[in-house]
C-alpha cells in the first residue's frame, strides 16, 4: 500500500467517473480524515488491510476510535459503476495495483491529540501497546499527524 495526499476536509469524495463523483458530507462537529492509497499486488486477489486512526490513551496505549471506509476512486463509465459491465482497472487479474480512497470522520474535540493511522491484517485490534507495534508484523503505523 503506498499513502498519498494525507489530509482533512469537510468533504469525502470517490467514485470519479467524467466530471461526476461521489461525496459525504463531515457532520458538523468533526472533519473527514481522508488518504489516497494504491494497493499494489502479484496476486489475483490480494488481500486489503484494515485502516484505522488511533488516539493515545491515559496509559499510554494507542486506542482505536475510527475505521476509515474504503471507495474506489473512479470507474471508467458509467456502466460499470453501477454493474452493467466489468471494471478492469479494480481487477487485479488485469492490473498490478488499484487507486482507493480512504476516509474517516474525526470528531474535532481530538484537535490536541496526535492521530496515528494504522495499518493492519487484523480487524480485532481496539488497544495496543507500544509493545504490540514494535514487535508485530501485521501492525504498521503510516503516519502520526495533528487535526
Known sequence: MNFSDIKFSNRFTFDHQGDEW????ADKDSKYLL?????KSK???PFIPYVYAYVLNDEGNLKKFSIF???YHSWSSYGTKIGLYH???HDFSKVSSVRFDYGTQIPKNIKSD??????TSS????TISPKDVIESEVIKIVKILNY
Open 43 to 45: 496476486n489475483m486477489k
Open 22 to 25: 461521489m461525496y459525504r458530507q
Open 87 to 89: 471494471e478492469n482497472s
Open 69 to 71: 471506509n474504503d471507495e
Open 123 to 126: 480487524p480485532y485490534l481496539s
Open 114 to 119: 496526535p492521530i496515528f493511522i494504522i495499518v
Open 35 to 39: 488518504l489516497d492509497v494504491r494497493v
